[in-house]
């Protein structure tokens, strides 16, 4: 079973000891699953969520209009796995031609699939499995809308 999941924040985590690693924070029921990216990711995710767009396309953009172009789209994100501290994910997408739909499934790191799941607006769902192990009541989390904060980052 697979559940529905909501990009909460993505920021720095701050702990006692000080700045950590940068993180999107996917908020999936009652749980929190942080998945830990490099700066890089968590800024196209961030333009993504704000709808900022630069004059020349980064990549997550360049492959959206490549897809787009092409036909094809996406349907959604699926986080499907957790293994060895790792996070796994596919992008399901499709293509119709000639009235016919072909579906598509595509390996990916979840940051990627997240930041173009911000970009078309699909859903990112994330297995029972990956919730079970990595989730954390969301009571645990004082995440801060990282919109507001200017140094982007959630506690």
Partial sequence: MEHEA???GVGVSVG???PGAPAVVLE???RIVPIF???EQAHSMRLARDGIQYERPL???LFVEL???FGGAI???RVDDL???TFYAKVDAEKYEGGERDSFVFDARPSDGIALALRVDCPIVVADDVVEEAGRPATEFDVEDDRSDPEDRFR
């Fill in 6 to 8: 909501e990009v909460r």
């Fill in 16 to 18: 006692e000891e000080g």
């Fill in 28 to 30: 999936v029921d009652d």
């Fill in 37 to 39: 990216v490099s700066p």
């Fill in 59 to 61: 990549t997550h953009d």
């Fill in 67 to 69: 897809l787009t172009e």
């Fill in 75 to 77: 349907d959604r994100v």
């Fill in 83 to 85: 293994a060895d501290g």
